[in-house]
């Protein structure tokens, strides 16, 4: 599963949206060249699906992460268990359910191995001890259920990825002998991962810090990135025996003329085992709650 924070379905003009102005030739070969706009929402191509999926969840104001981020990890509605859009970081309420019903800890109770493939500095681990209220969704789910979070160790023997991706940011936060590696390198070895666990998560956030940013040339550069790790994951991955899914929270760097947030839904792209009798399982309406149930679901074989 690959996260992008702040990816929303935009309108089909280059300069609003950085995803039509961006070389995107990986994502764009899943659906024949095509990518989703608010034009057309749901495509399918071949071993590819890609649909909509609200953001809203049915509460007023402009989604956030922590309540959206709950919503996906967890399939419960965030934002309408605390009444609001909440973030980045998810509400004091939100926690225990975090605790006890995120995919992490649902699919270790299951006897799964799931992953959380982003590394983290040193630095990180020194904040958390005094920080551990200012987790991440993402990161609280892990720390609760003992999902290890990976370190720089692990980024340096190639078992995990930078949320970079590329590993050239490692350098200015202490570890100048960090290999810097090409985009497909670190969608390879995502795919490595993905042949030794049950389930493997990479978060990229940099998609809604460009966002929120307003700079095109930046919007360009994060999501071209992307589009190349996805070129090498594309490249290694056995499409008949595994599912590759890739979503969002909230849209954002979809509409550059604005630095917030959007309202608009975000996709949710399926590829590879099983992808469109999964895609077949949404209905029309579906929001963030529908990812992680129906994922169990098919982790557990009853797909």
């Known amino acids: 599963m690959?996260?992008?924070?702040?990816?929303?379905?935009?309108?089909?003009?280059?300069?609003?949206?950085?995803?039509?102005?961006?070389?995107?030739?990986?994502?764009?070969?899943?659906?024949?060249?095509?990518?989703?706009?608010?034009?057309?929402?749901?495509?399918?191509?071949?071993?590819?699906?890609?649909?909509?999926?609200?953001?809203?969840?049915g509460v007023p104001g402009l989604p956030q992460s922590g309540t959206g981020q709950t919503s996906l990890f967890t399939g419960a509605n965030g934002a309408a268990l605390v009444g609001k859009h909440f973030g980045p970081h998810p509400y004091s309420t939100l926690k225990p359910v975090i605790a006890e019903r995120s995919i992490f800890r649902r699919l270790r109770d299951a006897g799964k191995s799931p992953l959380f493939a982003n590394a983290f500095p040193q630095r990180f681990f020194d904040y958390l001890d005094d920080h551990r209220s200012r987790l991440t969704v993402t990161t609280l789910a892990c720390t609760t259920c003992g999902v290890p979070?990976?370190?720089?160790?692990?980024?340096?023997?190639?078992?995990?990825?930078s949320a970079d991706i590329t590993n050239a940011g490692w350098h200015a936060?202490?570890?100048?002998?960090?290999?810097?590696?090409?985009?497909?390198?670190?969608?390879?070895?995502?795919?490595?991962?993905?042949?030794?666990?049950?389930?493997?998560?990479?978060?990229?956030?940099?998609?809604?810090?460009?966002?929120?940013?307003?700079?095109?040339?930046?919007?360009?550069?994060?999501?071209?990135t992307f589009d190349g790790l996805l070129g090498g994951i594309l490249d290694s991955l056995d499409a008949e025996e595994t599912l590759l899914l890739i979503t969002s929270?909230?849209?954002?760097?979809?509409?550059?003329?604005?630095?917030?947030?959007?309202?608009?839904?975000?996709?949710?792209?399926?590829?590879?085992?099983?992808?469109?009798?999964?895609?077949?399982r949404f209905e029309p309406a579906a929001d963030l709650t529908a990812v992680t149930p129906l994922l169990l679901e098919y982790m557990g074989g009853t797909l």
């Open 2 to 57: 690959l996260f992008l924070d702040g990816v929303g379905i935009g309108v089909k003009d280059p300069s609003v949206n950085p995803l039509f102005a961006a070389r995107m030739p990986s994502l764009r070969s899943l659906f024949g060249g095509e990518l989703p706009s608010l034009g057309r929402r749901r495509i399918s191509s071949g071993a590819a699906s890609v649909l909509p999926l609200d953001a809203t969840l």
């Open 149 to 161: 979070l990976l370190r720089a160790e692990d980024l340096a023997r190639g078992m995990a990825l």
């Open 173 to 224: 936060l202490g570890y100048p002998d960090m290999p810097v590696i090409t985009p497909a390198e670190a969608g390879d070895r995502l795919t490595r991962l993905s042949r030794e666990h049950d389930f493997v998560l990479f978060e990229y956030w940099k998609t809604d810090y460009a966002g929120h940013a307003m700079n095109v040339r930046e919007a360009v550069s994060v999501l071209e």
């Open 249 to 280: 929270d909230h849209g954002n760097i979809e509409d550059l003329t604005r630095k917030t947030h959007t309202l608009h839904p975000v996709p949710l792209i399926l590829y590879g085992a099983e992808a469109r009798s999964f895609a077949d």
